[in-house]
């Protein structure tokens, strides 16, 4: 193999053979590719595309970088989401417990945050205790014990993808719809789930700005899983506004245990349903009194005290991560709140320091925003629109600078 003529056929536009691909890969995992070699390669995909064979055999080649789970004959089937990213997105921390109610197993490897979005793992974090590196035979004895485990990526997981995004993260090549559609579904492959719902969003919050963008990557993600045996099925979801009423990990992590727990926001129960009801078998009524009833719940804990966590961080949110600075956003004036833009809040949010800026930068659970209202609601002068959770004064002044909610 000539690296320099693959990149060359890449970047004039010609197709890569499938065994070209596969072998560029094979000898990245290998070492034998230079960084600098693969980055060019990925700007070349950035600029030109690939074709649908060429993504398909780059999301073939990434998956078997690694391990690929092998499930036992004759356990439930299996079942994973996964959303695109977006802002104040908790869904998988509702969504996994309540799918376990069924006779499903919900094997979820997850990821951190990425630039302004939330990471599932991040949020786990913050719960004392809570044990996200979990082998394959670890998960295993949890899914037949409970039905579920929530853990990341371990280092024989895709390899390729976690080195890959490494180098696209600081190459400008994350936004490249076949690099994604290899990245997202080479691990949803590695999983070996049987059925798969992509929450693919949209909007000021999300990597896909657009509602056309959004449509044809779920179009990509959807022919990559159906063509490898995987029921398939994504919905679009617009993410201009955060996802409930919080943004940070510790505050997420509080407002999804509010919806196991019957109380939770209007959008975040019903995207929540919506993604449910795709993958399981039982009615969307049935998996809504599941959310009212205590039973996702019950399966939130057994999970939770499954990997380590003190569920006893439920019991009392005074001592869960308390900012130093709390302080309301006041509303400027009496009117209705026109428009929320969802990126400068993530924005903000990731300056207040619930995201990272450089992949080993550590996280405050604590910070963020909570009691964010929504659009379309009435708001009198000086009511909160959302409350600030800082580490400093200072950080709470940028912070309120940064964000953008229009009130008219
Ligand atoms: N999420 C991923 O896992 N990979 C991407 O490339 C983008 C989002």
Not at 122 to 130: M, Q, T, V, Y
Not at 140 to 158: H, N, P, S, W
Request: aromatic residues 6%; hydrophobic residues 45%.
């Amino acid at each position: 193999m000539h690296v320099p003529t693959l990149i060359e056929k890449t970047r004039d536009g010609q197709p890569l053979e499938p065994s070209e691909i596969s072998a560029l890969i094979a000898a990245y995992v290998a070492g034998e590719v230079p960084d600098y070699q693969m980055s060019a390669w990925a700007m070349a995909v950035f600029f030109r595309g690939l074709t649908d064979d060429e993504t398909a055999a780059l999301t073939a080649a990434m998956r078997d970088s690694g391990r690929v789970f092998r499930w036992p004959e004759g356990t439930p089937p299996k079942v994973d989401k996964h959303s695109t990213g977006g802002i104040g997105d908790k869904v998988s921390l509702v969504l996994a417990p309540l799918l376990a109610c069924d006779n499903l197993w919900v094997p979820m490897v997850s990821g951190r945050g990425l630039g302004i979005t939330g990471g599932t793992l991040d949020k786990l974090e913050s719960i004392p205790g809570f044990n996200v590196h979990l082998d394959e035979s670890a998960g295993l004895r949890q899914l037949e014990k409970i039905g579920v485990f929530m853990a990341g990526q371990t280092g024989d997981f895709c390899p390729a993808d976690k080195r890959l995004y490494a180098l696209r993260d600081v190459t400008a090549t994350v936004p490249s719809r076949a690099l994604i559609i290899a990245s997202i579904m080479s691990k949803k492959l590695a999983e070996s789930v049987d059925r798969l719902v992509l929450d693919v969003k949209f909007g000021s919050g999300a990597f896909m700005k657009t509602r056309k963008e959004a449509e044809l990557l779920a179009a990509g993600l959807t022919a990559a899983g159906e063509s490898n045996g995987v029921r398939t099925t994504f919905l679009l979801s617009p993410m201009e506004e955060p996802l409930g009423h919080t943004v940070g990990n510790a505050l997420e992590v509080r407002e999804a245990v509010e919806t196991l727990q019957g109380n939770g926001p209007e959008d975040l129960v019903s995207l929540t349903l919506d993604l449910a009801a795709i993958l399981s078998d039982s009615p969307r009524q049935i998996l809504a009194e599941r959310l009212q009833n205590g039973s996702a719940w019950e399966k939130f804990l057994a999970l939770v005290e499954a990997q380590g966590g003190d569920t006893r961080a439920f019991e009392d949110w005074t001592t869960f991560h308390p900012a130093p600075v709390i302080r309301p956003f006041p509303a400027p004036h009496d009117g209705r709140i026109v428009s929320m833009d969802a990126g400068r809040i993530g924005r903000a949010a990731v300056q207040l320091g619930a995201g990272r800026h450089k992949t080993d930068d550590s996280i405050n659970p604590a910070v963020g925003f909570s009691g964010i209202r929504k659009v379309g609601e009435r708001i009198s002068k000086g009511e909160p629109l959302l409350w600030v959770h800082a580490a400093s004064e200072a950080d709470a002044d940028a912070a309120a600078q940064a964000i953008s909610l229009v009130v008219r």
